[in-house]
């Protein structure tokens, strides 16, 4: 994590203008009257909470444990923290949470990282390498197959570099856009898919024709080359390529708090 | 009738050599003690089931009890990888672990329909994901109302369901409150059940939105208080986070594992001895 010296002597590291930057969009989300946040654990769950506190509509944290609106007050280190079903406005099983809430559409956005990424959105958190001989065993697709399925529209989080930013995923643990414009369609699948993919180098969101992976903003002294050299496609930028606002003071103090809670 | 019994007898009686079992939990209240009774007692070829195998499975495969593990995440939560787990998939140590890939989604269907006697449950799910293709027990089929293509999966039906409770009754009712998981299905569609518990008490008092298992429905209840560490209890004990990053240095090559498993699960009688010697105080 190099620091990058933004506004005044405020200094905030790459992935912490990454988590502000997931946060906003969630704000935006909220603020839209799209509030309900299905959060994977880690940084997801980090930018959620930070969201929690900055917005007011709130997002609503949804955590596949069965936790429904969730309020804590220190980051949980797993989806099934304690804190988590305390602070929670319901707490359902895991059955129900899946089926009643995930599968018949009452989440807005899910909020996922992964392993590998690829530039239809695909995301892989199964294996590197074949399937029946990986060099590395992942944990797994765990809730994310239908997570990217179902929930209205898909967030995705991730550090960016050659190696998880890829041409084609390994194993396709989660649907984005499958092999182009239209796959989602001929499955069926309900919910839009991958929208946003905030890096710790920018934003990028789906070309509206092709699906593919595009950048749409850097974050504040991010260079084109630097995304050029850790995007393993042949990456585009849009035409009126905007630079993220550096964070405020009160979103980097809040995030600093939350983490150290 | 539950009886209830020490956990050694309980895993002797119920927990046999090729059976398919699973320890449930879904972060909460996972049978960690009953995990390790069943590497004390040296069970092998065992069929392990559970959505989120973690430590504990982490110690049964690498501890060579395990040929076969039905899944759909298998990780250290909020730590990373799972290295027993990793060796076994990609080395084959100590013995090759055969592997049926799942969605938590899919698991928890699964587990539903097997709690409700169908042979197989139905979901919107799996679709465009490469799991179909590696994974005998993901069907689609259509729907006879509508014509949807969904997605069927095939009920589970362990042979033994083993989770751990606050408390139970001494006529074997358990109580399960909190994050409650897939622990009732599971002990549903099992053949026989293990419920491990923080207290043995005279009468249950109820307590809103939890979940009763009736003593008719389970096989053994054993009192082991801790017996999740280091999972959590919701109102006997926090989750042990420290000890899930532990874990990692640990797990991390075979020699330092096997001692490990050695000292602490073979080098104690059960689970009090075995919470005597990590420093771990049960309230």
Do not use: A, K, L, Q
């Given at each position: 994590m190099s620091d990058i010296t933004t506004n005044g002597d405020l200094a905030a590291t790459t992935d912490e203008i990454m988590i502000i930057n997931a946060a906003r969009q969630l704000g935006a989300l909220a603020a839209a009257g799209k509030p309900v946040c299905f959060v994977g654990i880690g940084l997801p769950s980090t930018a959620a909470n930070l969201a929690r506190r900055l917005y007011d509509p709130a997002p609503v944290l949804v955590y596949?444990?069965?936790?429904?609106?969730s309020k804590p007050q220190r980051l949980p280190l797993s989806i099934g923290d304690g804190e988590l079903a305390e602070t929670a406005d319901a707490v359902v099983s895991v059955p129900e949470i899946f089926a009643y809430w995930l599968q018949a559409g009452r989440i807005d956005v899910g909020f996922l990282g992964g392993a590998q990424l690829d530039k239809y959105g695909n995301i892989n958190s199964t294996v590197i390498g074949s399937y029946e001989s990986p060099t590395t065993r992942l944990p797994g697709a765990g809730g994310a197959p239908e997570i990217a399925a179902s929930a209205g529209a898909v967030m995705v989080i991730m550090r960016q570099s050659k190696r998880s930013f890829v041409e084609r995923c390994d194993f396709r643990s989660s649907m984005g856009f499958g092999d182009g414009p239209g796959h989602r369609e001929r499955l069926g699948l309900r919910g839009a898919g991958v929208r946003w993919v905030i890096t710790d180098l920018g934003v990028m969101e789906p070309h509206p024709d092709t699906c593919v992976l595009t950048v749409r903003a850097l974050h504040p002294?991010?260079?084109r080359a630097q995304v050029v050299d850790a995007t393993g496609w042949a990456v585009e930028f849009v035409d009126d390529l905007a630079v993220t606002d550096p964070p405020t003071l009160h979103e980097l103090t809040t995030l600093r708090a939350v983490q150290a809670a | 009738m539950a009886e209830i019994l020490s956990l050694r007898d309980a895993v002797a009686a119920c927990v046999h050599d090729g059976d398919t079992i699973a320890l449930e939990g879904f972060t909460h209240l996972i049978p960690h003690a009953a995990g390790h009774e069943i590497i004390r007692q040296h069970r092998r070829n065992l069929h392990l089931v559970r959505m989120t195998p973690d430590m504990v499975y982490d110690q049964l495969i690498g501890s060579g009890c395990a040929t076969k593990l039905t899944f759909s995440w298998g990780g250290n939560p909020g730590v990373g990888s799972l290295q027993r787990f990793r060796d076994a998939v990609e080395n084959g140590w100590p013995h090759p672990l055969e592997i049926e890939e799942h969605s938590h989604a899919g698991m928890a269907t699964r587990y539903a329909a097997g709690a409700a006697g169908l042979p197989f449950g139905v979901l919107r799910g799996y679709v465009g994901t490469g799991l179909p293709e590696y994974t005998d027990t993901i069907k689609g089929i259509e729907c006879p109302f509508t014509g949807e293509r969904l997605t069927a999966v095939p009920a589970l039906n362990p042979d033994v369901s083993i989770v751990h409770a606050q408390r139970a009754d001494r006529d074997g009712n358990v109580q399960i409150a909190g994050l409650v998981g897939v622990q009732k299905e599971a002990v549903l569609a099992a053949k026989r059940s293990i419920v491990t518990v923080e207290e043995l008490v005279d009468h249950l008092e109820p307590v809103p939105n939890s979940v009763v298992l009736p003593t008719w429905v389970v096989t053994a209840v054993c009192h082991v208080p801790g017996g999740a560490h280091p999972s959590f209890a919701m109102g006997f004990s926090d989750r042990d986070n420290r000890f899930y990053k532990d874990w990692d240095a640990i797990s991390k090559d075979r020699d330092s594992f096997t001692a490990w498993i050695d000292a602490n699960i073979h080098g104690t009688a059960d689970h009090a001895a075995y919470l005597d010697r990590i420093g771990v105080t049960v309230r």
């Open positions: 596949e444990s069965g936790c429904i609106g002294g991010v260079e | -």
